[in-house]
Nanobody
């Protein structure tokens, strides 16, 4: 069974940085696309960043060059480097993966496997 475990969340002040990690139970080259999503209380889950096996990367409009998604297919860890964090970035961040080809990599219904999330809190 595919398992994804997120880590690296925490509390930071506005302008700070965090690096999230997602440890998979399988080498990442088995997944066609992997992504990070986030969900704040009372809001819908939204796509933060996605990376396809061919190297194509997508970011949510709100990222604006602040975040970087990365992975090495021969390893088991997906990363999200987050810089210039804002209070509105506070949310639970989830890792997601799918072995299928996707049409919209930032849509949550494209993904089969999900982690349980790691909390990010940014104070002003």
């Amino acid at each position: 069974q595919d398992q994804l475990v997120e880590s690296g969340g925490g509390s930071v002040q506005a302008g700070g940085s965090l690096r999230l990690s997602c440890e998979a139970s399988k080498y990442l080259n088995v997944y066609y696309t992997m992504a990070w999503f986030r969900q704040a209380p009372g809001k819908e889950r939204e796509g933060v960043a996605a990376i396809v096996n061919d190297g194509t990367i997508s970011y949510g409009d709100f990222v604006k060059d602040r975040f970087t998604i990365s992975k090495v297919n021969t390893q088991k860890t997906l990363y999200l480097q987050m810089n210039s964090l804002k209070p509105e970035d506070s949310a639970m961040y989830y890792c997601a993966a799918t072995a299928r080809r996707v049409n919209s990599p930032l849509r949550m219904n494209e993904y089969t496997f999900w982690g349980r999330g790691t909390q990010v809190t940014v104070s002003s």
